[in-house]
């Protein structure tokens, strides 16, 4: 028997973005076109050093996703397959640049499936143009005063440049 009213197709796309970078705003723009809603959901990882805080990291998400209005901007600080139930979606979003990406996406989907048997995991390749880029060297170029523009978003490069802008003296 059919619905009357589809449930929207909500998916999640959980993540560090310890800064966003284009790449990740590849797959956000691809992810967003193939769901109602797609929830960008900032990782609380304790076991890391984070340059920005979760909150600097959801207002760079939300001023880099301003112009996708089925992106909703979250975080979480549990496992991912609860806040799943939590935010009633299914799916989970994740980028893919390399073999050794799917290898361990892989064990990381296998894990929640069977935390969760309701949970999908489907795996978007990154553009290739991008498949080089992490957040961990467009912090390292930024550090050193490099030019990150060709690699984060206008408001992330404002941001980097102001957390390792070097006092004068």
Known sequence: MEQPFPTPRVAVYPGSFDPVTKGHMDIIQ????????????????????????????KELLAASTSHLPNVEIDSFRDLLVNYMDYK???VIVRG???????EYELQLASTNHKLNSEVET???MTN??????????VKEI????GDVSDLVPSEVEQALIAKYQKPQG
Not at 43 to 57: C, G, H, Q, Y
Not at 96 to 102: A, K
Not at 142 to 145: D, E, G, I, S, V
């Open 88 to 90: 009633q979606a299914h």
């Open 142 to 145: 930024a550090c050193f005063n």
């Open 30 to 57: 691809r992810a967003s076109r193939q769901f109602d809603k797609l929830i960008v959901a900032v990782l609380n990882n304790l076991s890391k050093k984070p340059l920005f805080t979760v909150d600097e990291r």
């Open 96 to 102: 893919i640049r390399s073999v050794t990406d799917f």
């Open 122 to 124: 489907i795996f978007m």
């Open 128 to 137: 290739p143009k991008y498949s080089y880029l992490s957040s961990s060297v």
